[in-house]
T-cell receptor, first 112, second 114 residues
Framework: DAMVIQNPRYQVTQFGKPVTLSCSQT?????MYWYQQKSSQAPKLLFH???????NEADTPDNFQSRRPNTSFCFLDIRSPGLGDAAMYLC???????????FGPGTRLLVL | DQQVKQNSPSLSVQEGRISILNCDYT??????FLWYKKYPAEGPTFLIS?????DKNEDGRFTVFLNKSAKHLSLHIVPSQPGDSAVYFC?????????????FGKGTKLSVIP
C-alpha cells in the first residue's frame, strides 16, 4: 500500500541535544510537509518542500531545519530542542496545489 | 489570530443519530475546505472536501455544507457509528495563492455512544 511512514513513532531526547525525525513516502508526491501539533491545538505548518524547493513558514524558529535528499525522504532536524518543542510532529505529502494532504502517523517527541 | 475555528472542543452523540460538526473561518480568500479525522496515535486521515463553487458535497454517510456568506461549514454524519468516534479537524486553503498551506482548526472530539 502506498503510504507515508514516520520513524521513530516516539522519540525521547534531552534538552539541547540535536534530534532528527524521519519521513518517507511511497506515493511519489511532489510536496512534503512538516507540521507541529501540541496538545489540543491545531497542526501548525513548519515548512514544506515542493520537489527540492524549500519553503519556510515565517514564524518557524531557526532551531528547526529540514532536508529532502530525494523524492521519497524528508527529515526534520531540531538543532537544540527545548522543553517547548515537545509535541507531535506530523509529516504529510500531496501532489501540490489545493490537493488533499496525506499524513503519516506522527512522531511524538519528548524533551527531558 | 485563528483563521479557522472549531468552537466545540467535544461532542457526544447517540449511535444512529446525526452528528453535526461546525467550523467557521475568517479569511475570505479561503476557497477549498477539507475535513480530516484523527484516531489516537495515528495521523489525520482525509475524510471529505468541498470547493467554494459548491455548497454541498456528499460521500456516503458524510456530507459537508458550505455557507460562504456566513463563512461557515459543517460536517454531517448520518447515521453516526461508534467507529466514528475520533477528533475531527476542519482545514482550509486559498488555492489561488500559490501556497500549499492548509490552515487547521483545533479539532472537535466526537464520541458516539452505543
Amino acid at each position: 500500500d502506498a503510504m507515508v511512514i514516520q520513524n521513530p513513532r516516539y522519540q525521547v531526547t534531552q534538552f539541547g541535544k540535536p534530534v532528527t525525525l524521519s519521513c518517507s513516502q511511497t506515493l511519489n508526491h511532489n510536496v512534503m510537509y512538516w507540521y507541529q501539533q501540541k496538545s489540543s491545538q491545531a497542526p501548525k505548518l513548519l515548512f514544506h518542500y515542493y520537489d527540492k524547493d524549500f519553503n519556510n513558514e515565517a514564524d518557524t524558529p531557526d532551531n528547526f531545519q529540514s532536508r529532502r535528499p530525494n523524492t521519497s525522504f524528508c527529515f526534520l532536524d531540531i538543532r537544540s530542542p527545548g522543553l517547548g518543542d515537545a509535541a507531535m510532529y506530523l509529516c504529510a505529502t500531496s501532489r501540490g496545489g489545493p490537493e488533499t494532504q496525506y499524513f503519516g502517523p506522527g512522531t511524538r517527541l519528548l524533551v527531558l | 489570530d485563528q483563521q479557522v475555528k472549531q468552537n466545540s472542543p467535544s461532542l457526544s452523540v447517540q449511535e444512529g443519530r446525526i452528528s453535526i460538526l461546525n467550523c467557521d473561518y475568517t479569511n475570505s480568500m479561503f476557497d477549498y475546505f477539507l475535513w480530516y479525522k484523527k484516531y489516537p496515535a495515528e495521523g489525520p486521515t482525509f475524510l471529505i472536501s468541498i470547493s467554494s463553487i459548491k455548497d454541498k458535497n456528499e460521500d456516503g454517510r458524510f456530507t459537508v455544507f458550505l455557507n460562504k456568506s456566513a463563512k461557515h461549514l459543517s460536517l454531517h454524519i448520518v447515521p453516526s457509528q461508534p467507529g466514528d468516534s475520533a477528533v475531527y479537524f476542519c482545514a482550509a486553503t486559498d488555492s489561488g495563492a500559490g501556497s500549499y498551506q492548509l490552515t487547521f482548526g483545533k479539532g472537535t472530539k466526537l464520541s458516539v455512544i452505543p
